[in-house]
C-alpha cells in the first residue's frame, strides 16, 4: 500500500504566497502613491485632488520621522527595526500554519505591506512620506491606511473566533 504524500506543506506554501501576495500590491500601491506625492507636490504644499472638497480631501505633501499620526518623531530607527520583526514575525507565524481563513490571511498581508511601505521609506529616505489629509485626522499614506485597517480586520476576526469559542463551551 503505497502512502499518500502529505499536502500540508503545499497549503503552508501556498498561504505564505498568498499573503506575501496581497502584501506586495499593498507595497506596491504605497510606493507608487508616494512617488507620484514626491515628484508633483512640492513638500509641505497641498493639492485638492476633487475640486470643491478641499475642505474633506487634500493630497499635503508631509515627512514623518516618527511613527504613525506623527508620535514619537525622530525615533525612525526604533520604528524600522520594529516593522522589521513585525514583517518577520508575521511571514513566520503564516508559515507555520497549516491552514489560515481568508480574513486572516488577508489581514496580515495588509498589515505586512504596510509595514514593509513604511519601512521602505525609512531606509531610502529617512522618513515616511505622508499624503492623505482629511482635516480632522493626522496626515498619513497607503501603508498607514492597509495597517489600520488589517489591524481592524484582525481584531474583528479574534472577536468572531472569541464568540466561536464561547457558543461552544456553553451549555446546551
Given amino acids: 500500500m503505497q502512502n499518500k504524500p502529505s499536502t ?11 499573503l506575501l501576495e ?4 499593498v ?7 508616494k512617488r507620484l506625492v514626491i515628484q508633483y507636490i512640492p513638500l509641505y504644499q497641498s493639492v485638492a485632488p476633487i475640486p470643491g472638497l478641499g475642505r474633506l480631501l487634500l493630497f499635503s505633501h508631509t515627512r514623518n520621522s516618527g511613527a504613525a499620526f506623527g ?3 525622530n525615533s525612525g530607527n526604533v520604528f ?8 518577520l514575525a508575521i511571514v513566520y507565524y503564516v508559515s507555520q500554519s497549516p491552514q489560515m ?10 498589515q505586512l505591506g504596510g509595514a514593509m511601505g513604511n519601512m521602505w521609506d525609512r531606509v531610502q529616505h529617512g522618513a515616511v512620506t505622508d499624503f492623505v489629509d482629511i ?12 495597517i489600520v485597517i488589517g489591524v481592524a480586520l484582525l481584531a474583528y476576526w479574534l472577536w468572531q473566533e ?4 464561547q457558543q461552544q463551551n456553553s451549555p446546551q
Avoid at 162 to 165: G, H, I, L, Q, R
Fill in 135 to 146: 482635516g480632522f485626522w493626522a496626515i498619513f499614506n497607503v501603508a498607514d491606511a492597509s
Fill in 80 to 87: 524600522l527595526v520594529i516593522a522589521v520583526l513585525v514583517g
Fill in 27 to 33: 507595497f506596491a500601491l504605497d510606493q507608487l502613491t
Fill in 162 to 165: 472569541d464568540v466561536k469559542a
Fill in 22 to 25: 496581497i502584501a506586495a500590491i
Fill in 8 to 18: 500540508g506543506g503545499s497549503k503552508r506554501a501556498a498561504i505564505v504566497m498568498n
Fill in 71 to 73: 508620535i514619537f518623531q
Fill in 101 to 110: 481563513p481568508w480574513l486572516l490571511r488577508i489581514s496580515l498581508g495588509l
